[in-house]
């Protein structure tokens, strides 16, 4: 394995806790009914693909292609951060169904 890979399997693997971190206490604030959400208008499209840049590594990994059809724009208010971690955490979940 060279540095190079060695360094990228280290800096996904660091994403990814950090990202489970982010979960976990995101699911305290529910349980505690002390979660903030930040409502703002927000593009839609940006934040799916972000969250699909967040997980391509790993599928990509695992020989998954990942197909993506989205809007050219599309807006909503909301929290763009829930979103995009509601979003990261389905293709997560989505991924060991694609073995």
């Given at each position: ?22 979960d ?28 699909m ?47």
């Amino acid at each position: 394995m060279s540095r190079k890979t060695a360094a990228q399997s280290i800096l996904r693997s660091v994403q990814v806790q950090a990202r489970l971190v982010d979960d976990l206490l995101a699911a305290s604030r529910i349980v505690r009914g002390r979660l903030l959400l930040e409502p703002e208008l927000i593009d839609l499209t940006g934040v799916l693909t972000a969250a699909m840049e967040q997980v391509r590594a790993a599928a990509a990994a695992k020989d998954i292609e990942l197909l993506e059809s989205l809007p050219a724009s599309a807006a909503l208010v909301g929290d763009a951060a829930r979103l995009q971690q509601v979003t990261w955490n389905l293709r997560r979940a989505a991924a060991p169904l694609s073995d």
